[in-house]
């Protein structure tokens, strides 16, 4: 069985400040956990970037070069920058970090789809800061744009032009389907990567049934040319995880996608999730996969070849 690659959504676009004190935001902060989670076994480091000053989600490529340096010259994780950036940007404005930094991987949502994040504002909190409430709220009115289009530009202008490998986020079954179809295009090839992203108001819940189903799926459209990890947003991030490692596949944790490391205890660090997870995999019998054996299997263009 293939070793297994652990990674690590630090900080992403979705939690705000608020929920938890240790969210990181300002660029020391993300670079600081970033390199512990490395430390902790995860290959992979997959990173959005905020405004420092409010912990806005932001794409700004001053932002990026906020961390991205300093986990450069920290570790050797893979860098994995999100194209996605926040449902409520442009797309150009999503892709100016990525398109400047010219990381290994890139991640790709392979669909429009709704992004509800209104149900986190009903618990009532102390807001730190002004736009974190109607943020949430707003939500009930907000699609995520990946168009064809989109995706299609995403993958010339990040992968063809700045040899980018790609995290492709699968939220449901017709995500795998346009996957598929840019494969048969000419503008994907193996080994692919897909990220099933489960547990997102708007995807596909984290249910044992539906990642049977969405991985059944991804055997035949795809055969033996892909690898698949899970992520499941929010409680049931880790029993997910151990689902997906028992099936032979890749894990994803992090804050980006779950605030807790037990249930109603906040976890404090991203690295405390990894070494959650990397013993669970483990006792599982599962060997933890080091960066340079996560590009090789991923055949990724190398950390030199980067733009920080």
Request: charged letters at 20%; one cysteine or more; a neutral charge.
């Amino acid at each position: 069985m293939l070793k297994i690659i652990i990674s690590c959504a630090i900080t992403g676009s979705i939690h705000t400040p608020s929920m938890s004190p240790h969210l990181p935001v300002t660029g020391e902060e993300i670079a600081a956990q970033a390199i512990e989670a490395a430390q902790a076994g995860a290959a992979i480091l997959h990173l959005h970037a905020r405004d420092p000053a409010d912990g806005r989600p932001s794409a700004d490529p001053a932002h990026f070069m906020g961390f991205l340096p300093a986990i450069r010259q920290g570790c050797d994780a893979v860098v994995n920058l999100s194209t996605g950036g926040s449902a409520v940007m442009s797309l150009d404005e999503r892709l100016a970090g990525p398109l400047a930094a010219r990381p290994e991987m890139a991640s790709l949502n392979m669909g429009t789809m709704n992004f509800a994040l209104y149900p986190m504002a009903a618990k009532p909190r102390e807001w730190k800061h002004a736009w974190e409430e109607p943020f949430l709220r707003g939500s009930d009115d907000l699609v995520f744009r990946n168009t064809p289009r989109d995706i299609e530009g995403i993958l010339r202008r990040m992968g063809e032009e700045r040899g980018a490998r790609f995290e492709f986020e699968c939220y449901d079954l017709g995500h795998l389907h346009m996957l598929a179809h840019f494969r048969d295009r000419g503008l994907v090839r193996a080994p692919i990567f897909i990220q099933f992203v489960m547990g997102v108001l708007g995807g596909v819940a984290a249910e044992p049934e539906h990642l049977t189903h969405m991985k059944a799926t991804a055997d035949r459209l795809f055969g033996n040319d892909y690898l698949f990890s899970v992520l499941a947003a929010g409680r049931m991030q880790f029993p997910m995880a151990a689902i997906a490692a028992g099936m032979g596949g890749h894990v994803r944790v992090g804050l980006e996608d779950n605030l807790f490391i037990s249930r109603g205890v906040l976890a404090k660090s991203n690295a405390e999730q990894v070494r959650k997870v990397r013993a669970m995999v483990e006792a599982l019998g599962r060997e933890v996969a080091t960066p340079d054996e996560t590009r090789a299997m991923l055949e990724l263009k190398g950390a030199g070849k980067v733009g920080f």
